[in-house]
């Protein structure tokens, strides 16, 4: 128990020092928020993906959560974190983070499957902000997604990358579940690929950051 405290105080002295070096990158080299944001989403969720080696019970990463929940709620509207919280649109992202990778370990834990867990968080560490960036900063030959006469907030570049990253990790997480490659393991990344886009794609205002774990969890329960 004394080692999984102390693994626990790490953590939160690592991912402090993670905010804090996002927030001099902000003020100093003027970048904009919402790279600095996608930035610390990618590397603070990538650092949870090891917690089910890590913690053997929910509690620490309900602990953990908490903390961080906190910081983010205290330093909203005030002067702290602004790498975090200076950006033009509205957004619940950054609060359902700490709630999701708790939510997500929960449910692992009950399934006694670490890779329920493991899978979710990598394709919400990686492909999300990668979607983001790329829809948000590349112009040429992008534009916003138009269907049965709806224009969505997303875009075109910004989804197809997301499809297309979290088909690849998800045909090498399931390659070294398996230790194999065969067409259902073609089949099932696909599936997966494709529902997790959906669960981006149809997010409001940051709740993709709880639809994407959640809906890839949902697939993994019923076809792994």
């Known amino acids: 128990m004394t080692n999984l405290i102390v693994l626990s105080f790490i953590y939160l002295v690592g991912i402090g020092l993670l905010l804090i070096f996002n927030e001099l990158n902000y003020r100093r080299l003027g970048v904009k928020g919402e790279i600095t944001r996608k930035f610390a989403h990618f590397t603070s969720t990538l650092a ?16 953990l959560a908490l903390i ?36 997500t370990f929960w449910i692992s834990c009950l399934l006694h499957n670490k890779f329920v867990y493991i899978l979710p968080m990598l394709i919400l560490a990686v492909c999300d902000p990668m979607a983001a960036i790329l829809g948000i900063n590349i112009k040429n030959y992008n534009g916003r997604i138009k269907l049965f006469g709806h224009k969505f907030e997303k875009t075109w570049l910004g989804s197809g990358a997301f499809l297309f990253t979290s088909f690849i990790i998800s045909v090498i997480a399931l390659y070294f579940h398996h230790s194999v490659f065969n067409l259902k393991t073609f089949w099932l990344a696909l599936l997966i690929a494709a ?3 959906l669960g981006e794609f149809f997010s409001w205002r940051g709740s993709d950051n709880l639809t994407i774990p959640l809906s890839v969890v949902l697939i993994l329960v019923l076809f792994l």
């Open 48 to 63: 949870t993906v090891p917690f089910p080696y890590i913690f053997t019970s929910h509690w620490y990463v309900l602990v």
């Open 195 to 197: 529902i997790s886009t």
């Open 68 to 103: 961080f929940f906190a910081v983010l709620f205290i330093t909203q509207n005030g002067k702290q974190l602004k790498s975090i919280h200076d950006i033009e649109r509205k957004s619940i992202g950054s609060y359902l983070l700490p709630l999701s990778i708790y939510g």
